[in-house]
C-alpha cells in the first residue's frame, strides 16, 4: 500500500482525474480570469509572509534540534530544511518533503534515528496545532453562522487528528504491549526505534511547547495567508469563516494523493465554500493561488539546490542537501 502511495504516476493520475472532474464542474477560463485580475500589491504582501512561514518553520525545527543535542550548524540545518522542501514538490504531498529532510538529515550527522525523529515530532506537533486552529476557527464562526455540516466536519476532523497524534507521541509504550518475541521483527523493531526517539523529546517539555506555538503562528501565517489572497480575487468571506475551511484544507495538503498540492486539497475547499455562496471558479481561483503561494515558498530551496553545498561530500544522492 504504502508503494503504491509512493509511486508518482499513481499520485499523478488522482491529481489528474480529480482536477479533469473539477475542470468540468467548474469554469477554468473564469477562474484564470479571477487569478489575472488579483490585485498585485495584496499578493506581494502573501509573498512576503510565505517566506516569513518559512523562517518559522527553520526556527521550530531547530530548537528540537538543540533539544536532543544533534551536532548542525544553524546554517546548514536551514540549508536541508529549504532544500528538502524544494525537492519535496515532486515527491508524495505532505510526506515527501519529511522524508527528504530527515534522510538529509541522518547522511549529515550519521544519527538517522533522531533525525527522523525530529522530522516526526515537527510534523506531529504541526497537525495537532492544525487541529486546534480548526477547532479554534469553528467556535468562532458558529457563534454567528451555525452550519452543522461544516461543524460536524471540522469537529471530526480534529478529534481524529489529535487522538492519531497522542497515540504517536506514546507509540512507544503501546508498541511494547506486543509479545516481547516480536520486538525483533523488522516491521516491529524500526517502528520502535522511531517511537523510542519521538519519546526522548516528552523529557523537554518547553521544547514542545516553544515549538507547539511555533507551530501555531505557522498555521495562523497560512490562514492570514489564504485571506490575503481572498482579498486580492475580491472575495468577502469573513475571515472567521478562513480558520474554519483553511486548517481542513491544510490537512488534505498532508495527505500523500496529489501532486505538489494540485487535486483533492482544491476539491475539498472548493466544497468547504460553497455554503457561502462563493461562485465555484472564484474558489478554484483561491485554491489554486494557495498551492502556488505554497510552491512560491519553495523557490529559496530551489536556489539553494542549484548552488554547490559547502559539505558536498556529506551529500546524499536526493539532490545536494
Not at 151 to 174: H, K, N, Y
Request: positive net charge; proline residues 6%.
Amino acid at each position: 500500500m504504502m508503494r503504491w502511495l509512493r509511486s508518482f504516476w499513481v499520485r499523478a493520475v488522482v491529481t489528474g482525474l480529480i482536477l479533469t472532474w473539477l475542470l468540468r464542474q467548474v469554469d477554468g477560463g473564469a477562474a484564470l480570469r479571477t487569478m489575472v485580475a488579483a490585485d498585485p500589491w495584496a499578493l506581494m504582501i502573501v509573498v512576503g509572509l510565505v517566506l516569513l512561514d518559512r523562517v518559522v518553520m527553520i526556527w521550530r525545527w531547530l530548537l528540537l534540534l538543540r533539544a536532543s543535542g544533534t551536532p548542525i550548524a544553524t546554517a546548514a540545518a536551514a540549508r536541508i530544511f529549504l532544500v528538502s522542501s524544494f525537492v519535496g514538490s515532486f515527491l508524495p504531498a505532505g510526506v515527501g518533503g519529511d522524508a527528504a529532510r530527515a534522510y538529509a538529515l541522518g547522511r549529515r550527522t550519521a544519527q538517522r534515528g533522531a533525525a527522523l525523529a525530529s522530522v516526526a515530532v515537527d510534523r506531529i506537533l504541526g497537525v495537532v496545532a492544525i487541529a486546534l486552529m480548526g477547532a479554534i476557527g469553528v467556535a468562532i464562526y458558529a457563534r454567528a453562522h451555525p452550519d452543522p455540516q461544516v461543524q460536524a466536519v471540522a469537529t471530526v476532523s480534529a478529534a481524529a487528528v489529535v487522538v492519531g497524534s497522542a497515540a504517536l507521541c506514546w507509540a512507544d509504550r503501546w508498541l511494547r504491549w506486543l509479545p516481547a518475541a516480536w520486538h525483533g521483527w523488522t516491521p516491529v523493531r524500526l517502528p520502535l526505534r522511531l517511537a523510542d526517539g519521538i519519546a526522548a523529546y516528552r523529557a523537554t517539555p518547553r521544547t514542545l511547547a516553544s515549538v507547539f506555538a511555533l507551530s501555531l503562528l505557522v498555521q495562523l501565517l497560512r490562514i492570514v495567508q489564504a485571506y490575503g489572497l481572498g482579498l486580492a480575487l475580491g472575495m468577502t468571506v469573513p475571515f472567521s469563516y478562513y480558520l474554519v475551511f483553511m486548517p481542513i484544507g491544510l490537512l488534505m495538503l498532508l495527505l500523500p494523493l496529489s501532486v505538489s498540492g494540485f487535486g483533492l486539497p482544491q476539491g475539498v475547499m472548493i466544497w468547504l465554500l460553497r455554503p457561502l455562496g462563493v461562485p465555484d471558479p472564484q474558489s478554484l481561483a483561491l485554491t489554486t493561488l494557495i498551492v502556488l503561494s505554497g510552491l512560491v515558498g519553495n523557490l529559496p530551496g530551489a536556489w539553494l539546490y542549484l548552488r554547490p553545498s559547502p559539505d558536498h561530500a556529506a551529500d546524499g544522492p536526493v539532490g545536494k542537501l
